[in-house]
């Protein structure tokens, strides 16, 4: 959420608006199980860094199409052919450092599923954890993670609070989902 806070700001943009409200309203914070859409908000939110998340909102659509419905194995078998089409489709951000992490985390993620059954499994194999362990867990595990992308993943995905200020009524939606920083907070 660059430029926005996500614990004040966020909330007080982003309800009525065309791509923001939509995302707060119904995604931003509450838990994610689907490998698939685990794996979506990870390249999402690779490829926000430097940009805005509006920016992503906008292009998502053709994020989707471009990495085939972020199908895990179909961006993991990803050669040369495919990173070319990647990089010359102006529907999405065309950075090679950020694609090349799509498809290197997609295959990384192939053995984590192989090891604990799903992404979701091996999340929540590590919750909780405070946030600066996170950050050294993707740094090690995954490409393109530094602290501010694995910070907002973890939050929009709920492994983190923080996603909504606590008088936000989105916030009560949230916790009724029982996110895992709700069940067993990190420390």
């Known amino acids: 959420m660059s430029g926005i806070d996500p614990i004040s700001g966020y909330c007080a ?8 409200g939509p995302y707060h309203d ?16 990870m390249v999402l ?24 419905g ?10 040369e052919a495919e990173r070319a089409r990647l990089l010359a489709d102006a529907g999405i951000i065309r950075n090679r450092l950020k694609v090349d ?6 295959r990384r993620l192939q053995a984590i599923r192989a090891s604990h059954g799903s992404f979701a499994a091996w999340l929540d194999a590590h919750h909780p954890l405070p946030k600066a362990e996170w950050v050294k867990l993707f740094k ?19 492994y983190l609070p923080g996603a909504h200020h606590p008088g936000c009524p989105v916030q009560a939606d949230v916790l ?8 067993n907070p990190p420390a």
């Open 70 to 79: 972020f199908d895990i194995d179909r961006v993991a078998a990803y050669g």
């Open 13 to 20: 943009a982003a309800p009525g608006h065309e791509w923001h």
């Open 140 to 158: 090690k595990t995954f490409r393109f993670m530094g602290g501010e992308i694995v910070g907002e993943f973890l939050m929009s995905t709920g």
């Open 26 to 41: 119904r995604e931003y914070g509450f838990p994610v199980a689907d490998d698939r859409a685990l794996f979506e908000r």
């Open 176 to 183: 009724r989902a029982a996110p895992p920083w709700t069940r």
């Open 101 to 106: 992490a799509a498809i290197e985390n997609a």
């Open 45 to 68: 939110e690779i490829n926000q860094a430097g940009l805005s998340w509006l920016t992503m909102l906008k292009k998502r659509a053709a994020f989707v199409a471009a990495f085939d």
